[in-house]
């Protein structure tokens, strides 16, 4: 493992990161970045948490030239989450200096605003292939001094359908250009992605299948009707932190949450059937250790992003390989050993010998012991969060977030959780124990001088 420092970047840069905690580079940053800032442009195949974020990043702001307000580089990313979070990610890394300007422009929120920041002039945007076509096409995003392009998991991109939107994009962006393009897997559609508008690329690979080292699988044989006591069970007797219960149908979701909550577990759902309001809100929860276990459809969960998940479930085996591949990328991530565990039906063993054949592996489904004792102990989560109604649009701060809480007879810093801010919300993690305390400070305290209302979200 390299040290970022062997890289040609300028001092502030290096040293911004070192304040992030990134000492080292990661297996795709130290054969990505290279050829990055020599200009090439990049095939990359890289697994999801391997670190492709920084990979461009570093690139892209390299290049930047922070004193021309044009847009100069374009991040396309699969979801609104994902966009989301690749958006604060730049923004951290961009820190080394002052007024690099980055705009995530996504469906789901009005157009009118994003046109106008846009008009606003930023340096990099990141957003969805629907949204960025739409704004090309309307001549409010202008792609005249773009340098490069980065097509963040372009699998994902293709399975969701966005080949049209991510053809019209390229015809507005000028040839003389970068292009990088990270995916998880190489499907043939995507060796075609490459070839039409890749130039010449530089071709990484790094550990294109997880290693099962470090995602300890097992697959469970159960019936139907039995699979929630085996849940019960398995969490149980491994307690997990965090645990990402994954089922192939909302209503199947829904059902599983429920009957996970009438044993007494705390647990959210996330399915498409939420609102985007809904869903941001349960992925602010369970990433800030307010609730340990999540249940969740493969497109809802695709916008989470949490390192570390302790383990996931597929309480419905899925129908495809790649899916389940997907899915263990969750846990076992930064080095750290996960654990995916699998319910088979009597009906679905083909399916798990496809997974043994795509993944080299030869697993075998074992009986679990439905007579275990069942005991949900220590499974409540650490953390509640309280929310007020203000945001980033009324200038509030997580720093101002933290005073509220701590001032005078307040509670301490150290039962303060992490703080999300969108635009007219903050969500802040806070110890259960403290719970009402800081409902109080928050209900009754000002904030940059202003009363806002408190909310309990559990
Ligand atoms: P990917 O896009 O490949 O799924 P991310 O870019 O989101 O992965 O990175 C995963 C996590 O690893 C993030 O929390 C990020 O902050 C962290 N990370 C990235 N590079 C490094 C590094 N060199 N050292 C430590 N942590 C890193
Ligand atoms: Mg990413």
Same mark, same amino acid.
């Given at each position: 493992?390299?040290?970022?420092?062997?890289?040609?970047?300028?001092?502030?840069?290096?040293?911004?990161l070192?304040?992030?905690n990134?000492?080292?580079?990661?297996?795709?940053?130290?054969?990505?970045?290279?050829?990055?800032?020599?200009?090439f442009?990049?095939?990359?195949?890289?697994k999801t948490?391997?670190g492709k974020?920084?990979?461009?990043?570093?690139?892209?702001?390299?290049?930047?030239?922070?004193?021309?307000?044009?847009?100069q580089?374009?991040?396309?990313?699969?979801?609104? +989450?994902?966009?989301?979070?690749?958006?604060?990610?730049?923004? *951290?890394?961009?820190?080394?200096?002052?007024?690099i300007?980055i705009?995530?422009?996504?469906g789901?929120m009005?157009?009118?605003?994003?046109?106008?920041?846009?008009k606003h002039?930023?340096?990099?945007?990141v957003?969805?292939? !629907?949204r960025?076509?739409? /704004?090309?096409?309307?001549?409010?995003?202008?792609?005249?001094?773009l340098?490069s392009?980065?097509?963040?998991?372009?699998d994902?991109?293709?399975?969701?359908?966005?080949?049209?939107q991510?053809?019209e994009?390229? +015809?507005?962006?000028?040839?003389?250009?970068?292009?990088?393009?990270?995916?998880a897997t190489?499907s043939?559609d995507i060796?075609?992605?490459?070839?039409?508008?890749?130039?010449?690329?530089?071709?990484v690979?790094?550990?294109?299948?997880?290693?099962?080292?470090?995602?300890?699988?097992?697959?469970?044989?159960?019936?139907?009707?039995?699979?929630?006591?085996?849940?019960?069970?398995?969490?149980?007797?491994?307690?997990p932190?965090?645990a990402?219960?994954f089922c192939?149908?909302?209503?199947?979701c829904?059902r599983?949450?429920?009957?996970?909550?009438?044993s007494?577990?705390?647990?959210?759902?996330?399915? !498409?059937?939420?609102?985007?309001?809904?869903?941001?809100?349960?992925?602010?929860?369970?990433?800030?250790?307010?609730?340990k276990?999540?249940v969740?459809?493969?497109?809802?969960?695709?916008?989470?992003?949490? +390192?570390s998940?302790?383990?996931?479930?597929?309480?419905?085996?899925?129908f495809?390989?790649?899916?389940?591949?997907?899915?263990i990328?969750?846990?076992?991530r930064?080095?750290?050993?996960?654990?995916?565990?699998?319910?088979?039906?009597?009906n679905?063993e083909? *399916?798990?010998?496809e997974?043994?054949?795509?993944?080299?592996?030869?697993?075998?489904?074992?009986?679990i012991?439905?007579?275990?004792?069942i005991?949900?102990?220590?499974?409540?989560?650490?953390?509640?969060t309280?929310?007020?109604?203000?945001?980033?649009?009324?200038?509030?701060?997580?720093?101002?977030?933290?005073?509220?809480?701590?001032?005078?007879?307040g509670?301490?810093?150290?039962?303060?959780g992490?703080?999300?801010r969108?635009?007219?919300l903050?969500? /802040?993690? /806070?110890?259960?124990? /403290?719970?009402?305390r800081?409902?109080?400070?928050?209900?009754?305290?000002?904030?940059?001088g202003?009363?806002?209302?408190?909310?309990?979200?559990?």
């Amino acid at each position: 493992m390299k040290p970022f420092s062997i890289l040609p970047l300028n001092k502030d840069m290096l040293d911004n990161l070192k304040s992030l905690n990134y000492e080292t580079m990661t297996d795709i940053q130290e054969n990505s970045i290279p050829p990055i800032l020599k200009g090439f442009d990049l095939f990359a195949q890289a697994k999801t948490g391997s670190g492709k974020t920084a990979a461009f990043g570093i690139g892209l702001l390299h290049t930047l030239d922070v004193k021309k307000y044009r847009i100069q580089a374009l991040v396309l990313c699969p979801t609104r +989450e994902l966009a989301e979070q690749v958006t604060a990610e730049l923004r *951290r890394i961009a820190r080394f200096q002052h007024n690099i300007k980055i705009l995530k422009i996504t469906g789901g929120m009005p157009l009118n605003r994003q046109e106008h920041s846009l008009k606003h002039k930023a340096h990099i945007v990141v957003g969805t292939p !629907g949204r960025i076509a739409k /704004v090309l096409s309307r001549g409010t995003l202008v792609l005249s001094d773009l340098k490069s392009i980065v097509l963040d998991e372009a699998d994902r991109m293709l399975d969701m359908g966005f080949i049209d939107q991510i053809n019209e994009i390229f +015809e507005y962006a000028p040839l003389k250009r970068q292009t990088l393009c990270f995916s998880a897997t190489f499907s043939n559609d995507i060796k075609k992605l490459g070839r039409s508008f890749l130039n010449h690329p530089v071709e990484v690979t790094v550990e294109s299948q997880h290693s099962s080292e470090i995602i300890i699988q097992h697959f469970y044989a159960v019936n139907a009707q039995m699979k929630i006591k085996a849940l019960l069970i398995l969490l149980s007797e491994h307690k997990p932190e965090s645990a990402l219960i994954f089922c192939n149908t909302k209503d199947a979701c829904r059902r599983v949450s429920s009957d996970l909550k009438k044993s007494e577990l705390h647990c959210l759902e996330l399915h !498409g059937d939420l609102e985007q309001k809904e869903r941001a809100e349960v992925l602010v929860r369970f990433s800030n250790g307010s609730s340990k276990i999540l249940v969740a459809t493969d497109v809802a969960a695709r916008g989470l992003d949490i +390192e570390s998940l302790e383990m996931i479930v597929n309480y419905d085996l899925p129908f495809e390989t790649e899916t389940y591949i997907h899915r263990i990328g969750r846990t076992g991530r930064a080095g750290k050993e996960g654990l995916a565990l699998s319910f088979v039906k009597p009906n679905e063993e083909f *399916r798990l010998n496809e997974i043994n054949e795509f993944t080299n592996n030869s697993f075998h489904s074992k009986d679990i012991n439905l007579a275990a004792k069942i005991e949900i102990t220590n499974m409540e989560p650490s953390f509640i969060t309280l929310s007020i109604n203000g945001g980033r649009k009324n200038k509030i701060s997580p720093g101002d977030v933290l005073g509220a809480l701590t001032v005078k007879g307040g509670i301490s810093g150290k039962d303060v959780g992490r703080i999300d801010r969108q635009d007219n919300l903050t969500f /802040v993690a /806070v110890k259960r124990d /403290v719970s009402e305390r800081a409902f109080s400070l928050l209900e009754n305290g000002k904030i940059k001088g202003r009363k806002f209302k408190a909310m309990i979200n559990d």
